[in-house]
T-cell receptor
């Protein structure tokens, strides 16, 4: 049973470009969470999704950031017009339901140059 | 809002030393508590958890007890190994709602042979 799969592992974008980060949850998991880790800091919650629904996006920046979890396919975190401050590690996690604790992927490390 | 405060690092110990990493929290109600470990360049792995007061979580020689009276969840290990070198994160999970995690800032642990 594969774990939470994130790709790409590393992503380099120039300022103003778009970044798309993908997350495939564990088999049977219908809940997906996205977190961001800035250098030398802990993880900060961004968004919580279930299939085709955004449940809680209270941690998402108001502009340029969006997330989706379609009926088919992976969850996507999209960052438009990236800036240097978006450079961070973005982690996805999944769970089968609203039970405490979930499984994290290995993350996508975004570098904006 | 809910918050987690961890002992500041970095922490450097010799192999076979006793380890304590302090963690205290502020929350409404009785959250679930977790310790996650992050090895260099990797995602977070759940190390242990406790879901109610006086529960003890344990795994790989690590232990932590949910202390409601002191709002603490300190991580301990009797004899550390070089392979324990990593960053350790304490976290709490909301009692209700999205079950999002609130993380401490992390403690970097280095074990010298």
């Amino acid at each position: 049973n594969a774990g939470v799969m994130q790709n790409p592992r590393h992503l380099v974008r120039r300022r103003g470009q778009e970044a798309r980060l993908r997350c495939s949850p564990m088999k049977g998991h219908s809940h997906v969470y996205w977190y961001r880790q800035l250098p030398e800091e802990g993880l900060k919650f961004m968004v919580y999704l279930q299939k085709e629904n955004i449940i809680d996006e209270s941690g998402m920046p108001k502009e340029r950031f969006s997330a989706e979890f379609p009926k088919e396919g992976p969850s996507i975190l999209r960052i438009q017009q990236v800036v240097r401050g978006d450079s961070a590690a973005y982690f996805c996690a999944s769970s089968p339901g609203q039970a405490p604790g979930y499984t994290f992927g290995s993350g996508t490390r975004l570098t904006v140059v | 809002g809910d918050s987690v405060t961890q002992m500041e690092g970095p922490v450097t110990l010799s192999e076979e030393a006793f380890l304590t990493i302090n963690c205290t929290y502020t929350a409404t109600g009785y959250p679930s508590l977790f310790w996650y470990v992050q090895y260099p360049g990797e995602g977070l792995q759940l190390l242990l958890k406790a879901t109610k007061a006086d529960d003890k979580g344990s795994n790989k020689g690590f232990e932590a007890t949910y202390r409601k009276e002191t709002t603490s969840f300190h991580l301990e290990k009797g004899s550390v190994q070089v392979s324990d070198s990593a960053v350790y994160f304490c976290a709490l999970s909301e009692v209700q709602g999205a079950q999002k995690l609130v993380f401490g800032q992390g403690t970097r642990l280095t074990i010298n042979p």
